[in-house]
């Protein structure tokens, strides 16, 4: 069962403690990123604008929003600005994902942030960047990784590129690129006292991820289509088998010492085919293929648990919540009703925790005005929610 947080563990302050973070609401990879800081112990305040949300669950259940603390503002009044302005002031690092010009129309742009706050990180999260021809158009994940290269290296070769919900371009390619400047620039901040813009754009997150297949296509040693590489399922012990239940096992056999070890437990037999002869790879796949239709998941589980053939089942999100070693670790936490992913990675002194479940537009408009000491006034009523 999913880890449930305790008392104890949630006074742990994280890594961050201190921190000031604003985040001017957004979707997708700026909140993530928020949240990732949030989790690591930082005071993310984030600006919620009055009205419904555009998109997106009941708040109470959106967990990109969790550990952090919600203002109402309306950055299109004539106050809203200021007030953001007054908040950028007391903040270590700011976070936004307008579209570029944005953010200066409404009168909260980097420039005039830092005027007020000559120290202050001010990270721009966008899918094509702050420059370049499509720097004002629309998108989403999936057409940033399109672009990128990158969604064209998943699926099999003779078929459509598989979509990897948008974990790959928003988060991978985004919002992480965006934390690792964030804190770079920070430290570049608390030894200068210079602050700076940080424009994370997904299309050049997601582009660095390639690195090491470029250097492998420079060498001659990965083929540019899908489907027939080592690393993409193009190798038959590097692919995922339907079992006989329906369900799939992932394959990993990589190294030839693992291989030999996934040969033998799934008694593919002696007159196989060798692991690298490529020109007997479809019969060796097929040969895998069938043996891996006799049993069902939970039987092959069985079989490689606790070896070294890497191989592993595929299991849906709930089930992964449950599996005995994510378990063990508590990669997953149950936090007032809601199953989760834990705070990551993991810090020996200073762990980061769930102290708040996702903060409600608005909550904690007078609490921050205390305590970042910036005089707000009270918020409206409180936007209605979904659900």
């Excluded at 600006?47 to 109402?72: C, Y």
């Amino acid at each position: 069962m999913a880890a449930t947080t305790t008392a104890a563990a949630a006074g742990s302050p994280g890594p961050l403690a201190g921190l000031r973070v604003l985040e001017l609401a957004g979707i997708g990879p700026g909140p993530f990123a928020a949240m990732l800081l949030a989790d690591l112990g930082a005071d993310v305040v984030r600006v919620d604008r009055p009205g419904p949300p555009p998109i997106g669950p009941d708040p109470a259940f959106d967990l990109t929003n969790r550990n952090k603390r919600s203002v109402l503002v309306d950055l299109k009044s004539p106050t809203g600005p200021g007030l953001v302005l007054d908040l950028a002031a007391r903040a270590d690092l700011l976070i936004e994902g307008y579209r570029p010009g944005v953010a200066e129309r409404l009168g909260v742009g980097p420039e005039a942030c830092l005027a007020r706050n000559p120290a202050l990180v001010y990270g721009r999260m966008t899918g094509w960047g702050q420059s370049g021809p499509l720097a004002a158009r629309a998108g989403h994940d999936i057409g940033y990784t399109a672009t990128t290269g990158a969604l064209g290296l998943i699926g099999p070769p003779d078929g459509p590129p598989a979509v990897p919900a948008n974990l790959l371009g928003d988060y991978a390619g985004g919002s992480l690129y965006l934390v690792v400047g964030l804190l770079a620039a920070l430290r570049h901040a608390e030894r200068t006292g210079q602050g700076q813009v940080v424009d994370a754009a997904i299309v050049d997150g997601t582009a660095h991820l390639t690195s090491i297949l470029w250097g492998l296509l420079a060498a001659g040693q990965w083929q540019d289509r899908r489907g027939v590489n080592l690393l993409d399922g193009g190798a038959p012990w590097y692919d995922t088998y339907r079992t006989a239940d329906g369900r799939h096992m992932a394959v990993g056999a990589l190294e030839p010492q693992f291989y030999a070890e996934f040969a033998a437990l799934l008694e593919l037999g002696p007159d196989a085919p060798a692991q690298y002869d490529p020109a007997r790879w479809p019969e060796l796949r097929t040969r895998i293929a069938e043996r891996f239709a006799e049993r069902t998941q939970a039987e092959w589980t069985a079989v490689f648990e606790g070896t070294d053939a890497c191989v592993a089942p595929v299991l849906t999100l709930r089930q992964a919540a449950e599996h005995p070693h994510l378990a063990a670790r508590a990669t997953y936490t149950t936090h007032q009703g809601i199953t989760q992913p834990a705070p990551a990675p993991r810090f020996s002194a200073t762990p980061g925790t769930l102290r708040r479940p996702p903060s409600r537009p608005g909550e904690h408009t007078a609490e921050v005005a205390a305590d970042w000491q910036v005089p707000m006034p009270a918020p409206e009523t409180a936007p209605e929610t979904a659900g």
